[in-house]
T-cell receptor, first 110, second 115 residues
Framework: GNSVTQMEGPVTLSEEAFLTINCTYTATGYPSLFWYVQYPGEGLQLLLKATKADDKGSNKGFEATYRKETTSFHLEKGSVQVSDSAVYFCALSVRSTLTFGKGTMLLVSP | DGGITQSPKYLFRKEGQNVTLSCEQNLNHDAMYWYRQDPGQGLRLIYY???????QKGDIAEGYSVSREKKESFPLTVTSAQKNPTAFYLC??????????????FGEGSRLTVL
């Protein structure tokens, strides 16, 4: 079956620090990969996506590269802000079925 | 504005009562989903519907029911049979078929608390 594993949180950083949230996956077929973000008390929003190997998704300073050889889709940002504090979910989609990781909470302090 | 509207945002229920959560979308999406979110457990799929008048059970359907009488609407009923209903419930939708990119559009959620 399909599964997504992401690092447990919380990840605690100071403003302007470098962020990496690891995500690896197992999938049958050729998945599309996503990062969603959930701000406190809200639903999920798509942050970025990649649909094939070696694609790089990017948005709002966040990036992730689809690595088929390591089955990974790690999320990175060069300089985090307090406003980036949220829960981040890695997800994959195969044939319109979305599978989520358990989420990683990011806390950024001033 | 196009989007997904969930109501109510907060709901309190006594044990033994059924409660219905509303989900309406004006995105003209064919497929709609209900997820349950608990701390540390991510999102778990309750039910989904790819087309009007049809729906399928997800991973944790026991104690829940849905209907899909209109394309725009996919209400979720949490029944008294659901043993631990206190949770955050999220509704989502997407294009079905050839146009699907895998991206889901989410509502803002409904937080149900059983007293």
């Amino acid at each position: 079956g399909n599964s997504v594993t992401q690092m447990e949180g919380p990840v605690t950083l100071s403003e302007e620090a470098f962020l990496t949230i690891n995500c690896t996956y197992t999938a049958t077929g050729y998945p599309s990969l996503f990062w969603y973000v959930q701000y406190p008390g809200e639903g999920l929003q798509l942050l970025l996506k990649a649909t094939k190997a070696d694609d790089k998704g990017s948005n709002k300073g966040f990036e992730a590269t689809y690595r088929k050889e390591t089955t990974s889709f790690h999320l990175e940002k060069g300089s985090v802000q307090v406003s980036d504090s949220a829960v981040y979910f890695c997800a994959l989609s195969v044939r319109s079925t979305l599978t989520f990781g358990k989420g990683t909470m990011l806390l950024v302090s001033p | 504005d196009g989007g997904i509207t969930q109501s109510p945002k907060y709901l309190f229920r006594k044990e033994g009562q059924n409660v219905t959560l509303s989900c309406e979308q004006n995105l003209n999406h064919d497929a709609m989903y209900w997820y349950r979110q608990d701390p540390g457990q991510g999102l778990r799929l309750i039910y989904y519907s790819q087309i009007v008048n049809d729906f399928q059970k997800g991973d944790i359907a026991e104690g829940y029911s849905v209907s899909r009488e209109k394309k725009e609407s996919f209400p979720l009923t949490v029944t008294s049979a659901q043993k631990n209903p206190t949770a955050f419930y999220l509704c989502a939708s997407t294009i079905a078929g050839a146009g699907n990119t895998g991206e889901l559009f989410f509502g803002e959620g409904s937080r149900l608390t059983v007293l």
